[in-house]
Nanobody, 126 residues
């Protein structure tokens, strides 16, 4: 019922910028926790950013804080991830995730999210 459709991704030079988008459908978007995760080869899915909805705060991983910005557009039921000052270590498949609600202590854990997009590859050249 809930579906996530991602767009964006591609090849970008180190120091460059890229914006990822995620289209949500199948639920009351404003009440859903939305998150961004990434996964590099041989690694688990790493927390990037998340927001619980209903005007709640946005939380960021320390590795991206100050460089990445997550935003929500409730009218369009979309979330975006604006990535600036990209580094080679940002190279990964980036996933959009959703859940009806998560407590704050669970937000960083990918296993807590019920719905996932297909992922989009972001490659930062070094």
């Amino acid at each position: 019922q809930v579906q996530l459709a991602e767009s964006g991704g591609g090849l970008v030079p180190a120091g460059g910028s890229m914006t990822l988008s995620c289209q949500f459908s199948g639920g009351n978007f404003r009440t859903y926790t939305m998150g961004w995760f990434r996964q590099a080869p041989g690694k688990g899915r790493e927390f990037v950013a998340t927001n619980k909805g209903n005007g709640g705060p946005i939380y960021y991983a320390e590795s991206v804080k100050g460089r990445f910005t997550m935003s929500r557009d409730n009218a369009k039921s979309t979330v975006t991830l604006q990535m600036n000052s990209l580094k080679a270590e940002d190279t990964a498949v980036y996933f959009c995730a959703a859940d009806r609600h998560l407590i704050t202590s669970s937000l960083r854990f990918s296993s807590e999210y019920d719905w996932w997009g297909r992922g989009t590859q972001v490659t930062v050249s070094s």
